[in-house]
């Protein structure tokens, strides 16, 4: 077990990457932080140290100033957006924090630093599918009955119409399936809870159809496997990556001309977005898509409810002004 230094211990670079392994492992959510939690620390906290090695910088000795100058390099020299730039603080105001609780050093040179402002419309981020371009998305999955076609038209069905994030169908196994009375729904690990994401009748018969040709090409269909699967490569019967997700959703993407077109790109993320959009264009309470969504705060489904209504509700459609 790692011992607190004393405030008089010497803080060395070393000594303070210590400390931070020791907070990743036991502070980071509640000790039960996620491996892609923890990846990010350690990255974030890699390039604050390479940044003070080019700096000739002593990370044990910057200053509230140093941390202003490093916060200039992310958004001058890297052209970091505000909320990278944020993320990127947080982990190091973090990172030093972990070394002031354990009185390695005497104050947080990050605290107060804030990240630029964000400029531009939050709602501007927000890329959706016109419920006819969703059709039109799913009905490019070749109807073939192979346990890719099944695979792909489950993944891009779920993602379009119920809206998980990547990272949490990439984590899901079998045994996250989970049925309550006569309904099929996904048991899924998102960034600070695990829900329920309930399945349509119809995505349910699908989802069943994929496991079902599993089951019979001979696989083992056992609890801990991967809910989706690589097929037909070196990697086949592996865990589906997160790049392999969002490598089969831009292929349909692309293949149905959906993927750019003037003043708009989709990603795998914007079917997240579509899902949410949708919803609430349909008649869903706020409530409920924030639900199907796991959004913690109830001010980030809004912003949905923002993108729908800003053109459906557009004042100047009231003037019956002609041109």
């Known amino acids: 077990m790692l011992v607190s230094p004393t405030p008089n211990a010497i803080a060395t670079t070393e000594t303070l990457l210590a400390i931070f392994a020791d907070f990743l492992n036991v502070d980071v959510g509640a000790g039960d932080a996620a491996y892609d939690t923890l990846?990010?620390?350690?990255?974030?906290?890699?390039?604050?140290?390479?940044?003070?090695?080019?700096?000739?910088?002593?990370?044990?000795?910057?200053?509230?100033?140093?941390?202003?100058?490093?916060?200039?390099?992310?958004?001058?020299?890297?052209?970091?957006?505000?909320?990278?730039?944020?993320?990127?603080?947080?982990?190091?105001?973090?990172?030093?924090?972990?070394?002031?609780?354990?009185?390695?050093?005497?104050?947080?040179?990050?605290?107060?630093?804030?990240?630029?402002?964000?400029?531009?419309?939050?709602?501007?981020?927000?890329?959706?599918?016109?419920?006819?371009e969703v059709e039109q998305f799913l009905n490019a999955v070749p109807q073939d009955g192979?346990?890719?076609?099944?695979?792909?038209?489950?993944?891009?069905?779920?993602?379009?119409?119920?809206?998980p994030r990547t990272v949490e169908l990439h984590r899901a196994n079998i045994r996250d399936v989970v049925r309550q009375g006569n309904n099929l729904g996904i048991r899924v690990e998102g960034k600070r809870n695990i829900r329920i994401v309930p399945l349509t009748p119809a995505i349910a018969s699908v989802l069943m159809d994929y496991l079902d040709a599993r089951d019979a090409s001979g696989e083992a269909l056992k609890p801990s496997r991967p809910l989706f699967i690589a097929v037909g490569n070196r990697a086949g019967g592996n865990r589906l990556s997160r790049r392999g997700i969002r490598a089969i959703v831009d292929r349909y993407l692309t293949q149905t001309s959906l993927k750019h077109s003037p003043g708009r790109t989709i990603s795998t993320h914007s079917l997240r977005h579509t899902a949410g959009t949708l919803a609430l264009r349909s008649g869903a309470e706020l409530r409920q898509v924030q639900d199907l969504l796991g959004h913690a705060d109830p001010r980030t489904t809004c912003i949905y409810a923002h993108v729908a209504d800003r053109w459906e509700n557009n004042p100047a459609l009231r003037l019956g002004i002609k041109l």
């Open 39 to 132: 990846k990010t620390y350690r990255r974030q906290v890699r390039q604050f140290i390479n940044w003070c090695d080019r700096a000739h910088l002593n990370p044990a000795e910057a200053t509230k100033e140093d941390i202003k100058r490093y916060r200039h390099w992310m958004i001058h020299t890297q052209n970091f957006k505000p909320a990278t730039v944020g993320l990127k603080l947080s982990v190091v105001r973090r990172f030093y924090q972990a070394a002031a609780d354990r009185g390695l050093i005497r104050f947080n040179p990050a605290n107060g630093v804030k990240p630029p402002r964000e400029k531009r419309d939050p709602a501007e981020r927000i890329t959706y599918l016109e419920q006819s």
């Open 146 to 163: 192979t346990l890719k076609s099944l695979r792909d038209k489950t993944l891009l069905a779920i993602m379009a119409l119920e809206g």
